[in-house]
């Protein structure tokens, strides 16, 4: 016999003053809004997210996309939307995915391949295939287990996973959580002091190397974060909270999980001193005053004594200063298009900075991946590998550490199959012979990219 399911009926009447009221209120009197009654049912016992058997079911989730759209059913809007969206008018982030179509594959007939070795190695750590978890921000706020699920997934994948500095597990439990490498992703909240404990304790815990964030002087304008109340949900006033409730309570599978599991987090790998762990905040006020600069690579190079990966560069001026200031690998990012609008996707400036550093150092890439012929066209084109997020992060959020695994299972059988249908046995045999790219990106003239990059025995 099932045990019967605890659900709670919420009957709210909300009253709010609007903004113009509030300034018109010593000399008008108080003008009010009233939302009309309502019924929320809220079941605590509702599962967190969709079973294992759901996510992994082959026939429901063919694609990247087929999880995303199980993400949004999940997720509130302004979570969703949090992951989802991009920098003011979302052109990078659209082009970010759209640019993988004007590279055109130039495939081998008649070829026979055996099995294809996917495998490759990055910041000295052997990967079974080129594809690494990208830092992803409040991903416990995607599901309650969040970087550790993540984490998991990718070790149990053999692959590695990158930790946020806006994450809510303690880097600790995420390393002891995976079989794989971990990599933590540096931003210098909570200023130096906090950052070199940061540092400190990713050494002593055996994280595997180190990725900069370059690119983020200040955030982005993510204008669908302030249409939903991001802020506010993340603030701690619950009046502000007030207007957007409506949309948290109509997802009670993702509002009851969140409440099991305490409510809003900390970051707790920002520990200020004197003061504590850093609450779960308004990111984009935090970024302002943690600026990364060249000279801060000194600092944290005295400290870090594994590789260093520089994150957000999209010049080749940039990747030779990298080069310059000892770092072991660039990524190629523009932040998934949420920081500057309109700046080159970043399959676009691939080229530009895999001829620049020449080989002395990796050259990984993010930004745009859905499918894994999206990985093989930047692997063709110099790419030591690629980073993932939101295509894991959809996975993640539609079910946890089974979504995540089903990620990365679609995008490995893509990864195969598109190197036997192009009659190439393994990835370090990809270069540029294998597509066809726009004359315009060519850094010297139609099609002659390969001429001015390293071949890939070189990198």
Same mark, same amino acid.
């Given at each position: 016999?099932? =045990?019967?399911?605890?659900?709670?009926?919420?009957?709210?009447? %909300?009253?709010?003053?609007?903004?113009? #009221?509030?300034?018109?209120?010593?000399?008008? @009197? =108080?003008?009010?809004?009233?939302?009309?009654?309502?019924?929320?049912?809220?079941?605590?016992?509702?599962?967190?997210?969709?079973?294992?058997?759901?996510?992994?079911?082959?026939?429901?989730?063919?694609?990247? +996309?087929?999880?995303?759209?199980?993400?949004?059913?999940?997720?509130?809007?302004?979570?969703?939307?949090?992951?989802?969206?991009?920098? +003011?008018?979302?052109?990078?982030?659209?082009?970010?995915?759209?640019?993988?179509?004007?590279?055109?594959?130039?495939?081998?007939?008649?070829?026979? !391949?055996?099995?294809?070795?996917?495998?490759?190695?990055?910041?000295?750590?052997?990967?079974?295939?080129?594809? %690494?978890?990208? =830092?992803?921000?409040?991903?416990?706020?995607?599901?309650?287990?969040?970087?550790?699920?993540?984490?998991?997934?990718?070790?149990?994948?053999?692959?590695?996973?990158?930790?946020?500095?806006?994450?809510?597990?303690?880097?600790?439990?995420?390393?002891?959580?995976?079989? *794989?490498?971990?990599?933590?992703?540096?931003?210098?909240?909570? @200023?130096?002091?906090?950052?070199? $404990?940061?540092?400190?304790?990713?050494?002593?815990?055996?994280?595997?190397?180190?990725?900069?964030?370059?690119?983020?002087?200040?955030?982005?304008?993510?204008?669908?974060?302030?249409?939903?109340?991001?802020?506010?949900?993340?603030?701690?006033?619950?009046?502000?909270?007030? =207007?957007?409730?409506?949309?948290?309570?109509?997802?009670?599978?993702?509002?009851?999980?969140?409440?099991?599991? *305490?409510?809003?987090?900390?970051? +707790?790998?920002?520990?200020?001193?004197?003061? *504590?762990?850093?609450?779960?905040?308004?990111?984009?006020?935090?970024?302002?005053?943690?600026?990364?600069?060249?000279?801060?690579?000194?600092?944290?190079?005295?400290?870090?004594?594994?590789? %260093?990966?520089?994150?957000?560069?999209?010049?080749?001026?940039?990747?030779?200063?990298?080069?310059?200031? $000892?770092?072991?690998?660039?990524?190629?990012?523009?932040?998934?298009?949420?920081?500057?609008?309109?700046?080159?996707?970043?399959?676009?400036?691939?080229?530009? !900075?895999?001829?620049?550093?020449?080989?002395?150092?990796?050259?990984?890439?993010?930004?745009?991946?859905?499918?894994?012929?999206?990985?093989?066209?930047?692997?063709?084109?110099?790419?030591?590998?690629?980073?993932?997020?939101?295509?894991?992060?959809?996975?993640?959020?539609?079910? @946890?550490?089974? @979504?995540? #695994?089903?990620?990365?299972?679609?995008?490995?059988?893509?990864?195969?199959?598109?190197?036997?249908?192009?009659?190439?046995?393994?990835? #370090?045999?990809?270069?540029?012979?294998?597509?066809?790219?726009?004359?315009?990106?060519?850094?010297?003239?139609?099609?002659?990219?390969?001429?001015?990059?390293?071949?890939? #025995?070189?990198?």
């Amino acid at each position: 016999m099932r =045990p019967q399911r605890r659900v709670s009926t919420v009957r709210a009447s %909300i009253q709010l003053s609007p903004p113009m #009221a509030l300034a018109q209120t010593q000399s008008s @009197g =108080p003008h009010e809004i009233q939302f009309p009654l309502a019924d929320f049912q809220l079941d605590l016992d509702a599962s967190p997210a969709l079973s294992s058997q759901d996510v992994m079911n082959s026939s429901a989730v063919v694609n990247i +996309e087929d999880l995303r759209v199980l993400a949004q059913r999940r997720l509130p809007k302004p979570v969703f939307d949090y992951l989802d969206g991009g920098a +003011e008018a979302e052109c990078t982030l659209a082009e970010n995915c759209r640019v993988f179509r004007d590279v055109l594959f130039r495939p081998r007939s008649a070829v026979a !391949v055996g099995d294809c070795d996917l495998k490759t190695r990055v910041l000295g750590q052997e990967l079974s295939f080129p594809a %690494i978890l990208a =830092p992803v921000g409040y991903s416990r706020l995607m599901h309650p287990e969040g970087e550790v699920a993540a984490a998991r997934a990718a070790g149990e994948a053999g692959t590695a996973y990158i930790l946020s500095t806006i994450s809510a597990h303690k880097l600790e439990n995420v390393k002891a959580g995976s079989s *794989g490498p971990v990599f933590y992703q540096l931003y210098l909240l909570g @200023g130096r002091e906090a950052a070199e $404990g940061s540092i400190d304790r990713a050494r002593r815990a055996g994280l595997s190397a180190l990725v900069i964030t370059v690119d983020t002087p200040v955030a982005g304008m993510r204008e669908r974060d302030p249409r939903n109340g991001m802020k506010e949900l993340l603030g701690s006033s619950w009046l502000a909270k007030i =207007p957007y409730l409506p949309e948290i309570l109509a997802h009670p599978g993702w509002l009851s999980s969140f409440l099991r599991d *305490g409510g809003m987090p900390k970051l +707790e790998n920002v520990v200020i001193p004197g003061k *504590g762990t850093m609450e779960l905040l308004d990111v984009g006020a935090a970024l302002a005053s943690a600026t990364v600069t060249w000279k801060d690579l000194r600092w944290i190079r005295e400290l870090w004594p594994g590789p %260093i990966a520089v994150k957000g560069l999209l010049t080749a001026d940039d990747a030779r200063r990298a080069v310059d200031e $000892g770092a072991s690998a660039v990524v190629v990012s523009n932040h998934g298009g949420r920081q500057l609008d309109s700046v080159f996707p970043t399959l676009r400036a691939l080229p530009e !900075v895999v001829a620049a550093v020449g080989g002395q150092i990796e050259v990984l890439m993010d930004g745009g991946i859905r499918r894994g012929a999206d990985i093989v066209k930047a692997l063709c084109l110099g790419a030591r590998a690629v980073l993932v997020g939101r295509a894991y992060a959809y996975g993640l959020a539609a079910g @946890g550490q089974a @979504g995540v #695994a089903r990620a990365l299972q679609i995008l490995r059988s893509d990864v195969e199959r598109t190197l036997r249908l192009l009659g190439c046995p393994s990835v #370090a045999a990809l270069d540029t012979s294998y597509i066809e790219v726009p004359q315009a990106w060519s850094i010297q003239g139609a099609n002659q990219t390969s001429s001015t990059l390293p071949s890939r #025995a070189d990198r």
